[in-house]
């Protein structure tokens, strides 16, 4: 079992910067893959980006790339997603996940019915 605790986010203007952070126990997750999906209301849960916890190779979303980075802190089994260049749109509640796939790329990294266990969730608003 793993448990995946969420901290970040909040409420920021358009073009600011946010990062949230995902802590894991339970269970050693070296040869898990931590994905980051979002969901705003009325909308389905999409894919942010995905880093892998023992070679660190990150995925990312077409419209996030440039903008949001992912990264871990092995010591500390925590993973952090930076976003910067905040846009209104992208305001929602961002998860943090964990899928023991660890092959196949973002085409399967972004399947949110692959993970296996999520964090509570957490609200980012980004104003206008």
């Known amino acids: 079992q793993v448990q995946l605790v969420q901290s970040g986010g909040g409420l920021v203007q358009a073009g600011g910067s946010l990062r949230l952070s995902c802590a894991a126990s339970?269970?050693?997750?070296?040869?898990?893959?931590m994905g980051w999906f979002r969901q705003a209301p009325g909308k389905e849960r999409e894919f942010v980006a995905a880093i892998s916890w023992s070679s660190g190779s990150t995925y990312y979303e077409d419209s996030v790339k440039g903008r949001f980075t992912t990264s871990r802190d092995n010591a500390k089994n925590t993973v952090y997603l930076q976003m910067n260049s905040l846009k209104p749109e992208e305001s929602a509640v961002y998860y943090c996940?964990?899928?023991?796939?660890?092959?196949?790329?973002?085409?399967?990294?972004?399947?949110?019915?692959?993970?296996?266990?999520w964090g509570q969730g957490t609200q980012v608003t980004v104003s206008s």
């Open positions: 339970g269970r050693t997750l070296g040869t898990y893959t």
């Open positions: 996940a964990a899928t023991r796939l660890t092959i196949g790329g973002t085409n399967y990294f972004s399947r949110s019915n692959l993970y296996d266990f």
